[in-house]
């Protein structure tokens, strides 16, 4: 899921809150806009969220996990975050969305990506499974 927008806000609930790096983002409109500016100028983020810890009580979760995000720009050059999550979801509709997110970063900073090395997706792997 690169630069799709509509995925990314069908993750969230109407009414969702997100802490991104310093900034309050309320609402699924107001989340999906901050994540399309987010990603301007990058040709490639690949985002992994590792060991998460999940407490479920009914329909309401919490997680937290560990992640680590690589970004590359379009005009090269790249960097990494190293952060937590803490997450809280809800079961809306049987599908778990994302109520309140809050990332605390741990370490942002450049990262060596050989621009000649760099190797983009084929268009068709960005394409959603289903």
């Known amino acids: 899921m690169r630069n799709d ?6 993750c969230w609930s109407d009414d969702a809150y997100w802490l991104l790096l310093g900034n309050e983002y309320r609402g699924r409109e107001t989340i999906v806009q901050a994540y399309s500016n987010s990603v301007v100028g990058t040709d490639f983020i690949m985002h992994l969220a590792i060991s998460p810890l999940i407490s479920i009580n009914g329909n309401r979760a919490r997680v937290r996990s560990q992640v680590q995000e690589v970004l590359h720009f379009s005009g090269g050059g790249a960097m990494i975050i ?14 778990w969305l994302f109520a309140d997110r809050r990332i605390s970063v741990r370490y942002s900073g450049p990262v060596h990506m050989d621009d000649n090395a760099f190797i983009p997706l084929r268009p068709d792997a960005d394409k959603p499974l289903a």
Do not use: H, P, R
């Open 5 to 10: 927008a509509e995925t990314f806000g069908s």
């Open 82 to 95: 190293l952060a937590n999550y803490n997450d809280e979801l809800q079961k809306i509709d049987g599908q």
